[in-house]
């Protein structure tokens, strides 16, 4: 009778495949040091964080490849539409306060919005409008099933220059694409009012009221809109394939103006400006682990935690949506447009943070995340 494979490693070496004993690298650096070799991936500063404490941060390949600079834990990145589900878990502590309620038609607080029509029908020639079946609520805005077009043209190209109040405006004239709650249509428009009303209700401009509220209480002391120029210089820059597809060039982020630092001509964007580091996100994601509560203090209630990271979007759109979440089988999270990312597992009691600047990868560089994702889920997920 072949034995089975036993605990003691020499008759397990003896009697047992070796294919049965292959186990994850012992470090995530190991892991993906090959995609840096491959010229697939510049850097990345990976993390896993559990309930009561940072599990793994670790680091590979270079924040800048020309001047050889490695990539470190404190290394900062343009987090752009991950700032979304922080904006939606602001707007969830005014809906704790019972100072605003998630299915309040936006117009209530905003009311440029009375009026808003939707396209009933569009070609080259005319656009015929009518009036909506309701007028957006603050829960469509949050789930991306308000109807409103991803950005306005005072967002081109940069998405920064305008004021919060004027650009929500901008989104106010502008007739919805579709008929509110009906389709799923990814919206940074619908996330920057969402910014916008959380400074009409709370009295307070929206970056300080992320500041005072979130940023400052749960430690996250490098997460801004404004890069200072200590900051900046820790920000790892921004890579494409090359024209080759077989190699990275670096290339500056045409979304923002610079100086990063200039307070005075660049405005905090609710649904994509802000930057952070690994270690700052993996507060973030922590406070969710634990139902929206992290060192004794509560941030969310149970109810508005619930809120935040269930389905919202309904079974007659395929799209899984929360509010400001991504929704998969057993997780929560978001991810930015220069290919950052963050995944929330309860059950599991771990959360993954992925901070890379890149706007496509060669060749495997893609799989990247993902090798790391199982890697984690593997090593400390059991």
């Known amino acids: 009778m072949k034995p089975t494979c036993p605990t003691i490693a020499l008759v397990a070496a003896l009697f047992c495949p070796a294919s049965l004993f292959a186990a994850a690298p012992a470090t995530s650096t190991a892991l993906l040091q090959p995609f840096v070799d491959r010229h697939e991936l510049a850097g990345a500063v990976a993390v896993v964080v559990g309930r009561d404490k940072v599990i793994s941060i670790e680091t590979v390949g270079f924040a800048d490849i020309t001047a050889h600079k490695a990539m470190k834990p404190d290394a900062m990145f343009w987090i752009?539409?991950?700032?979304?589900?922080?904006?939606?878990?602001?707007?969830?502590?005014?809906?704790?306060?019972?100072?605003?309620?998630?299915?309040?038609?936006?117009?209530?607080?905003?009311?440029?919005?009375?009026?808003q029509m939707v396209q009933a029908e569009k070609d080259d020639a005319h656009t015929l409008l009518r009036k909506p079946a309701h007028p957006i609520t603050i829960r469509e805005v949050l789930s991306h099933m308000s109807g409103m077009p991803f950005q306005s043209a005072l967002e081109t190209p940069t998405y920064d220059t305008v004021p919060l109040a004027a650009l929500v405006r901008s989104y106010a004239i502008t007739p919805l694409q579709t008929e509110p709650g009906t389709h799923y249509q990814y919206s940074s428009a619908g996330i920057n009012t969402a910014g916008r009303i959380i400074e009409v209700v709370s009295g307070m401009k929206y970056e300080e009221f992320m500041q005072r509220r979130l940023?400052?209480?749960?430690?996250?002391?490098?997460?801004?809109?404004?890069?200072?120029?200590?900051?900046?210089?820790?920000?790892?820059?921004?890579?494409?394939?090359?024209?080759?597809?077989?190699?990275?060039?670096?290339?500056?982020?045409?979304?923002?103006?610079?100086?990063?630092?200039?307070?005075?001509?660049?405005?905090?964007?609710?649904?994509?400006?802000?930057?952070?580091?690994?270690?700052?996100?993996?507060?973030?994601?922590?406070?969710?682990?634990?139902?929206?509560?992290?060192?004794?203090?509560?941030?969310?209630?149970?109810?508005?935690?619930?809120?935040?990271?269930?389905?919202?979007?309904p079974a007659s759109v395929k799209d899984n949506y929360g509010l400001c979440f991504a929704l998969g089988p057993d997780w929560f999270g978001h991810g930015g447009a220069q290919a950052t990312g963050m995944e929330i597992r309860p059950e599991k009691g771990l959360a993954t943070i992925w901070m890379v600047q890149h706007a496509g990868f060669p060749g495997e560089g893609g799989k990247a995340q993902g090798a790391f994702k199982n890697w984690a889920l593997e090593r400390f997920g059991k």
């Open 80 to 115: 752009a539409s991950q700032t979304k589900p922080m904006t939606a878990t602001a707007l969830m502590m005014l809906v704790d306060e019972g100072k605003v309620a998630l299915d309040d038609a936006v117009e209530k607080h905003l009311p440029e919005f009375r009026g």
């Open 215 to 313: 940023f400052t209480p749960l430690g996250m002391k490098d997460t801004t809109f404004w890069p200072d120029e200590k900051q900046a210089r820790r920000v790892a820059k921004s890579y494409r394939p090359d024209a080759t597809k077989t190699n990275l060039e670096a290339f500056q982020i045409t979304q923002l103006a610079y100086p990063l630092s200039d307070r005075a001509h660049r405005f905090p964007i609710p649904g994509g400006g802000l930057f952070s580091t690994g270690q700052d996100t993996a507060r973030f994601c922590q406070m969710l682990l634990n139902g929206g509560e992290l060192n004794g203090r509560r941030y969310l209630s149970e109810a508005a935690f619930k809120d935040l990271t269930k389905r919202q979007t």
